[in-house]
């Protein structure tokens, strides 16, 4: 089946360390984005990628970094420049081309410090 | 800039009740609106959506219209179950700077929970 996988589930994160989540999709979808979601909140954008090698903050994106290499793959790294990290980090994808089109979610990594 | 506005939960019913859940929102232009519900522990999965105005989306026996003249996208279910017990996130997207990317503004999430 097709869809997006995140990994891992659970992460822990040590004071002044950078961790890498991965996000992976098997939809051929062109657009990929990644989400924080804190408690009581809704989701905010951190960095989207409309293509290939193309990617733009959101309105988060201090203390984070992404690539995007191939079309599949959107990593996200929380640097040490992130000081509250704790939080439930989703990633998203959509065909692109238009408002209209949904995206689609993956399972989510939840990262805590040790 | 775009907002979404849902009503304050926690929301707390009794089976086969009756389910609405208020969203309203603030864009110029004319987004398209979405509900999303979120399982305890899992990602978001898209409910309905509506792409323009007087549309109605429909699913698992949820209903949203999309009424352009209140702002509004409310969630309503005439019959709810235990298994309905999620968090639902109304959110709208829209077509920004000539770019096409679909960026998702959501509202901040309403906690249901469906007792026996």
């Known amino acids: 089946d097709g869809g997006i996988t995140q990994s891992p589930k659970y992460l822990f994160r040590k004071e002044g360390q950078n961790v890498t989540l991965s996000c992976e999709q098997n939809?051929?979808?062109?657009?990929m984005y990644w989400y924080r979601q804190d408690p009581g909140q809704g989701l905010r954008l951190i960095y989207y990628?409309?293509?290939?090698?193309?990617?733009q903050k959101g309105d988060i994106a201090e203390g984070y970094s992404v690539s995007r290499e191939k079309k599949e793959s959107f990593p996200l790294t929380v640097t040490s420049a992130q000081k509250n990290p704790t939080a439930f980090y989703l990633c998203?994808?959509?065909?692109?081309?238009?408002?209209?089109?949904?995206?689609?979610f993956g399972d989510g990594t939840r990262l805590s410090i040790l | 800039g775009d907002s979404v506005t849902q009503m304050e939960g926690p929301v707390t019913l009794s089976e086969e009740a009756f389910l609405t859940i208020n969203c309203t929102y603030t864009?110029?232009?004319?987004?398209?609106l979405f509900w999303y519900v979120q399982y305890p522990g899992e990602g978001l999965q898209l409910l309905l959506k509506?792409?323009?105005?007087?549309d109605k989306g429909s699913n698992k026996g949820f209903e949203a219209t999309y009424r352009k003249e209140t702002t509004s996208f409310h969630l309503e279910k005439g019959s709810v179950q235990v298994s309905d017990s999620a968090v639902y996130f109304c959110a709208l997207s829209r077509n920004a700077g000539g770019t096409s990317y679909g960026k998702l503004t959501f509202g901040q999430g309403t906690i249901l929970t469906v007792h026996p």
């Open positions: 864009a110029t232009g004319y987004p398209s």
């Open positions: 990628s409309q293509i290939v090698n193309d990617f």
């Open positions: 509506a792409t323009k105005a007087d």
């Open positions: 998203a994808s959509s065909p692109g081309g238009g408002s209209n089109q949904p995206q689609h």
């Open positions: 939809l051929n979808h062109d657009a």
